[in-house]
């Protein structure tokens, strides 16, 4: 049952979120990272709400590159400015609840969105938008088990190692490929659960580059040709459009014949095409933009001292090659 959050109204003059009613709030949406398409839609997201609230200002900022110390420092220095509110994508979520218990202390209103923080730690953030992740790993994992109903060897890519959200969709996807629930995420290695084993080398860690990503899944194909399955937690596989074609083109009958299956996470624009061009297999994806949109507005509220809903879930699209035409929300 989703609790109900009530954010601490801000009182004037005194702490570093609070405004004066003739000033924009300064609503800071921090991603992984600055080079990432994923990334870019919830940035549209966070402008599109500035451009419709003349009261919000939209403050996207995050590391060049997946540097997770880099994203510390940036919410350090947002706390430091006196920020009116912080969404955050943590890529580490120990080291980030750190980090945000000091703009718990200054008074600023802090909530999570794409990534969350451990179980532990939520009491410092008012709320999360954006997957539920464990989902995402669950129906990566259908898809697999519709392709190869007798199982078969699978490698699994993540993002970063301390990434919540990345470790949730693992468990999603170990847990529902063997046939078992309750575990703690990243979950166990598979063995034979459910007719699956998870080969030698992987999870490959990727640590959301794409060219690492990329890299990863050319030398697992050549090292393993009997191989069942490669399946992905996020779009990094695939954002590099023309190196991930190269590294799958020359396996695309196998993908055709069901022999070998390609399924990754996310659904933007590039890996759209790959899967209408076979060269994916499936993909599940989230819904970006809205979580940058609806970030701006949630912050607003916290700032405003209104009650807000944790979690706050954004939805999934789930596409194979049988609707890739219509499996979008709209």
Known sequence: MKKMIAATVLTALMLPGAVHAQDKLKLALVPKAMNNPFFDLARDGCYKAQEEDASIECVYIGPGEHTELEQIQIVQDLISQGVNGIAVAPSNAPAMAKALKAASDAGIPVMTWDSDLLEADKGLRATYVGTKNYDIGVNLAKIAQGLHPDGG???????????????????????????????????????????????????????????????????????????????????????????????????????????????????????????????SNGQVGQRPFEMGYKAMFILKDLVNGTAVEDPIYTGLDVCTADNAADCLAQ
């Open 153 to 279: 060897t699978v490698c699994l890519q993540t993002g970063g190692a301390a990434a919540a959200n990345h470790n949730e969709r693992l468990l999603g996807i170990r847990e529902t490929l063997g046939g078992s629930s309750g575990g703690t995420p990243p979950g166990n290695p598979l063995a034979g659960e459910g007719g699956w084993t998870e080969i030698a080398g992987c999870p490959l860690i990727t640590d959301d580059d794409g060219a690492k990503a990329v890299q990863g899944l050319t030398d697992i194909l050549a090292a393993n040709p009997d191989l069942t399955a490669f399946i992905s937690t996020g779009a990094f596989t695939q954002w590099n459009d023309n190196a991930y074609r190269q590294a799958v083109e020359p396996y695309a009958a196998e993908l055709a014949s069901g022999d070998l299956s390609v399924i990754v996470a996310d659904t933007l624009p590039m890996q759209m095409e790959q899967l209408s061009d076979g060269l």
